[in-house]
């Protein structure tokens, strides 16, 4: 029997032909079909792969050094739990966004900028959770963002796309120059690039400080911890559907893998303020993301906003796993890591899902912004009640997958009053806040835009005259929501699974879960706190249906349609519905004022004057205005004041070279 | 033989949160009339509303879709299943385990969810006034009944409600400063999830700055049955828990024999009773507030809340 990492890798070096093989294949007839059916087959295997080593549990991964690259180190790939954890979750979503893909794809128009790239950027993702040494990981890493670089490009001719593009690369190039010098750090002077070197040394307080700072910013650039998220609400919606759901879903759980790797993995014993720069962040991305979010009236940047607030969620987690590990507290720090590692798994699953039905709905009215849309539930009830599945599981409503994740993680907080150091103290009750705070707007936000999307009367002729989608994008949306149902009535099974993971980071687990009684979940003791979402489901299952046969029976089941009330004033103009921006108007005056210094100017007309009245909002975005508004300035600054070196003879460009030369002499030369 | 009675004692709760919640409705209502020197209609009153209501047949709007028709069954379940897990006179009941007091806390948030998307499903302006606002009200509500959780949970050692209950019986508690806080911040964010006078008034009609009302504008027969049950049941719910929790006094325990049981159940309809006088006593002497106002009251909740809790992992004992 092949080993798991083998069949995984395989499947990473045909999805790298399959990526070769589309620029011809593409050009047929049936290319669309041909590439993605031939990626969901190879993501499928590689999932299986992943499960099967995660299933073994701890049994040990083997090692397999490929004889590629710089000579002297080679390419190492291995699969423990961690990867293989990540490996399954890459591969169902790139599994499931291969299915959508067959029906989506065959919209596309430039499928020659599509097809090539997207069986590369499933390869780039899959090789950075294989790899096992600095220099491959860069390598694929670097290949996942240009690939998916390529995919959010691919329609270059609208302009938006165009900046989104820009916006991204340079942060990709960022986030990679921040790992590059993370891994120098972390290698130090004699290069020790393989990971098993890197675990081995133990590098000084200072230097460990250094390396979570860059890591930070180097995986968090990438995942969209806030003030770093700036270029993911321009570039996942820009790229077509199932490439958003991918980047969204899986790439950002991608970089979480690299954060967890290196800080968890091959850093060593954590401080304890760790915690504290990565808590901040994470309460903080948690608000920012869903209060940009209620502010959108575009699908898909709404959705897109919205990871930058799970990824919060999912940090919050791993911040409190960090504190946890600090102080020596294994079995609480098992139970944080744990609810973030779950949090991952479920937000590949709904924010997928979600994604797959934006961009079902774009190809039925060519629509993105919610203005333009309403009533689809009419024309698209499949799609609408897979959407609506998906809005309630990233809600974070019972008895689906979200709420479990989200109530682990308070279940964590609430052991933070252990921790002896009094910042975390008072930090973390705060954080608590936040989290909460976010869950309840992300609620408000999905009520948002599943009502403006798919309730109501149609606001444009497109959205009247919508289609139901293909039955390949039904059965991808359909087996993720069943996914979100299953996880959320029955989490301990995926807990368990968890468990090797947690116990090599931790260095403990949670209590075993398969054996509690009914199959509850119960993260430290029975009479501390536990939470059964099978009998939830149960009880309001049974509870519904009692009630409705109840008086279907008893007392009455006539039905009669008639005009809508609306309190003796119906208008059948669809404009006097409330609309994205109308209905995140309270909101907006109560935190948008704070937070985007958000201004309503509102121009009537005088009396007899038949000009209409305009109502302007005008929000202003605080990171970017204050963090890359001034960068950017500064850059266009020195360009144009170096501008004239452009201009000079020979002689001077070779004064400044031997220059140049003279002072790196002397700073080697001087250099303790 | 344990387990049928278990059984019993979780069926026993579950009717009797059904049963009462009308007649409290009906109390308060009476309670409110006669402070107004109004003579009030009867306190039987909600439940002749509820008969009346299911007999008759549903106009549905033509724009409505199936969600429309769906979404009151799902909150009556989720309301009663919520309603039915917090300890009225019994605690440790069978079923207690499978929802902490978070999970109630989020079931409510999923019969709101459903109700606010309700708002939205017929396409008036009068829905989505309801809605927009409900997600705004719930906005600040929401965090600061998940703060008090926390104190709570961090006093008691737990978040199931029969444990919390039991460690509010028992003399460990004492006086404590953050129990005072969470005791303000729990009544302000039950005012608020309930729709009542000062957040918003449950009696109007036609009116410009009705949030509950409008949302449900477009219901009618059995639909608006369930959904005014529900809303019963959740006035229920929020007075149960403050009586579970801050007034445990009487409350049988789990291997309580029938006479504990009968006297849990007498205490637990004294309290009821207590506690929705009061609330009529603060409707009648209260005005309602600008819409834009209630931010600043539950921001005052979630403070409170907040500060509860903070005193809390400062340490142990305030």
New interface residues.
């Given amino acids: 029997m092949l080993a798991p990492t083998v069949v995984v890798l395989a499947c990473a070096a045909l999805l790298l032909v399959l990526a070769i093989a589309a620029v011809w294949i593409g050009r047929t007839r049936a290319g669309t079909t041909i590439i993605y059916g031939t990626s969901l087959v190879i993501a499928l295997t590689a999932f299986l792969a992943g499960m099967a080593q995660l299933l073994r549990g701890s049994a040990p991964a083997d090692d397999i050094v490929l004889p590629l690259g710089l000579p002297w180190i080679g390419v190492r790939f291995r699969m423990d739990a961690l990867s293989a954890f990540f490996v399954v979750v890459v591969d169902l979503g790139a599994a499931t966004a291969s299915l959508f893909a067959i029906g989506y794809g065959s919209h596309e128009r430039a499928r020659l900028r599509v097809l090539p790239f997207y069986p590369a950027f499933l390869a780039g993702m899959n090789l950075v959770v294989l790899a096992d040494d600095a220099f491959s990981f860069l390598v694929a890493w670097e290949f996942m963002s240009l690939s998916s670089w390529a995919l959010v490009v691919a329609h270059h001719r609208v302009p938006d796309n165009v900046r989104a593009g820009y916006v991204y690369l340079i942060m990709a190039s960022l986030g990679t120059l921040a790992l590059l010098l993370t891994f120098g750090v972390l290698a130090g002077p004699h290069g020790g690039y393989a990971f098993a070197e890197i675990r081995a040394a133990h590098p000084s307080p200072a230097l460990s400080a250094l390396v979570l700072c860059l890591a930070v910013v180097g995986t968090g650039s990438k995942a969209g911890l806030v003030p770093l998220h700036v270029w993911l609400p321009l570039a996942h919606p820009a790229a077509p559907s199932h490439v958003s759901a991918l980047m969204s879903g899986v790439m950002t759980k991608v970089a979480v893998y690299g954060f967890v790797r290196i800080v968890f993995d091959l850093l060593g014993e954590p401080a304890w303020w760790w915690s504290m720069l990565v808590l901040m962040l994470a309460g903080m991305t948690c608000v920012m993301g869903v209060l940009y979010a209620l502010m959108q009236h575009d699908l898909k940047r709404l959705l897109a906003y919205h990871t930058v607030e799970n990824i919060g969620i999912i940090f919050i987690a791993l911040g409190l796993g960090l504190a946890f590990k600090a102080y020596g507290m294994a079995w609480a720090a098992a139970l944080a890591l744990t609810a973030g590692l779950l949090h991952v798994f479920n937000h590949s699953l709904f924010k997928s899902l979600l994604f797959f039905g934006a961009g079902a709905v774009l190809t039925a009215t060519g629509e993105r912004d919610m203005e333009h849309l309403?009533?689809l539930?009419?024309r698209m009830?499949h799609t609408?009640f897979a959407f609506?599945i998906g809005c309630?599981a990233i809600?974070?409503?019972?008895p689906l997958n979200g709420?479990v994740s989200e109530?682990l993680v308070?279940?964590a907080?609430?052991l933070?009053?252990q921790l002896p150091s009094w910042g975390l103290?008072?930090l973390?009750?705060?954080v608590?806040?936040l989290l909460?705070?976010s869950?309840?707007?992300a609620?408000?936000c999905?009520?948002?835009a599943?009502?403006?999307t798919f309730?109501?009367?149609a606001r444009s002729s497109a959205a009247s005259a919508a289609r139901e989608t293909d039955r390949f994008s039904l059965a991808a949306m359909f087996s993720f929501a069943a996914l979100c149902l299953i996880a959320g009535i029955l989490p301990g099974l995926f807990i368990d699974a968890l468990a090797p993971v947690v116990q090599v980071l931790a260095g403990g687990r949670m209590p075993v879960q398969t054996g509690v009684e009914?199959l509850?979940i119960v993260p430290i003791a029975?009479?501390?706190?536990?939470?059964?979402g099978l009998?939830?489901f149960l009880?309001?299952?049974i509870?519904?249906a009692l009630?409705?046969s109840a008086?279907h029976r008893l007392?009455?089941d006539?039905?009669?349609?008639?005009?809508?009330?609306?309190?003796g004033y119906?208008?059948a103009c669809?404009a006097?519905?409330?609309t994205a921006s109308?209905?995140?108007?309270?909101?907006r005056?109560?935190?948008g004022s704070v937070v985007f210094r958000a201004r309503e100017q509102v121009e009537m007309a005088p009396p007899g004057d038949p000009r209409p009245a305009r109502m302007t909002v005008v929000m202003h975005d605080p990171v970017w205005e204050t963090l890359y508004l001034p960068v950017a300035a500064g850059v266009g600054y020195a360009a144009e004041r170096l501008n004239h070196l452009q201009s000079l003879t020979i002689r001077q460009f070779l004064s400044i070279v031997f220059a140049a030369l003279v002072v790196l002499l002397l700073v080697l030369a001087l250099w303790p | 033989m344990a387990v049928i009675a278990d059984f019993l004692v979780q069926g026993a709760q579950m009717l009797i949160v059904l049963l009462t919640a009308p007649m409290l409705t009906g109390l308060v209502r009476k309670i409110k009339a006669r402070m107004l020197r109004r003579a009030g209609p009867p306190v039987i009153q909600p439940y002749r509303d509820l008969?009346r209501l299911?007999?008759?047949?549903?106009?549905?709007?033509?724009?409505?879709?199936?969600?429309f028709r769906v979404i009151p069954?799902?909150i009556?379940?989720?309301t009663?299943?919520a309603a039915s897990l917090v300890p009225t006179f019994r605690t440790g009941l069978l079923?207690s385990?499978?929802?902490?007091l978070?999970?109630i806390i989020?079931?409510l948030?999923?019969a709101?969810?459903a109700l606010?998307?309700a708002?939205?499903?017929?396409?008036?302006?009068?829905?989505?006034?309801g809605?927009?606002?409900e997600?705004?009200i719930?906005?600040?509500a929401?965090?600061a009944m998940?703060?008090i959780v926390?104190t709570l949970?961090?006093v008691a050692?737990?978040?199931?409600l029969s444990?919390m209950a039991g460690f509010m019986e028992s003399s460990a508690v004492g006086l404590r400063v953050s129990l005072g806080l969470a005791l303000i911040a729990l009544v302000m964010v039950a005012i608020a999830e309930n729709a009542r006078i000062p957040v918003d008034n449950p009696a109007t009609h036609?009116e410009l700055t009705m949030v509950h009302e409008a949302m449900v504008?477009?219901y009618s027969?059995?639909h608006l049955?369930?959904i005014e049950l529900s809303a019963s049941l959740k006035l229920l719910l929020y007075l149960s828990l403050i009586a579970c929790v801050f007034a445990p006094w009487g409350l049988a325990g789990p291997s309580a024999g029938l006479g504990a049981l009968a006297v849990g159940a007498l205490a637990y309809l004294g309290k009821l009773a207590t506690g929705g006088f009061l609330l009529a006593l603060f409707e009648t002497s209260i005005a309602k507030m600008r819409?834009?106002r209630v931010?600043e009251f539950l921001g005052a909740a979630?403070m409170l809340?907040?500060l509860a809790?903070?005193l809390?992992?400062?340490s142990?004992s305030l």
């Fill in positions: 309403g009533g539930i009419h009830p609408a609506l309630a809600s974070a409503l019972p709420f109530w308070f279940q907080i609430l933070s009053p103290k008072f973390v009750p705060a608590g806040a909460a705070f869950a309840t707007l609620a408000a999905f009520v948002k599943f009502g403006i309730l109501g009367r009914w509850s029975q009479s501390r706190s536990s939470y059964n009998l939830v009880f309001m299952v509870s519904g009630a409705a008086i007392a009455s006539k039905l009669r349609r008639a005009p809508a009330w609306d309190c119906p208008d669809p006097t519905q409330y109308s209905f995140a108007q309270p909101i005056r109560v935190f | 008969v299911m007999r008759k047949e549903v106009v549905l709007a033509d724009t409505a879709s199936w969600l069954y799902f009556f379940a989720a009663w299943v079923f385990w499978s929802a902490d978070i999970a989020a079931l948030g999923s709101r969810f606010a998307l708002g939205l499903d017929v396409g008036t302006s009068f829905g989505g006034i809605s927009s606002r997600v705004m719930a906005s600040l929401e965090p998940i703060m926390f949970a961090l050692g737990s978040t199931q444990t036609l504008l477009e027969g059995r049955a369930l819409v834009f931010p979630l809340g907040l809790t903070l809390l992992f400062v142990r």
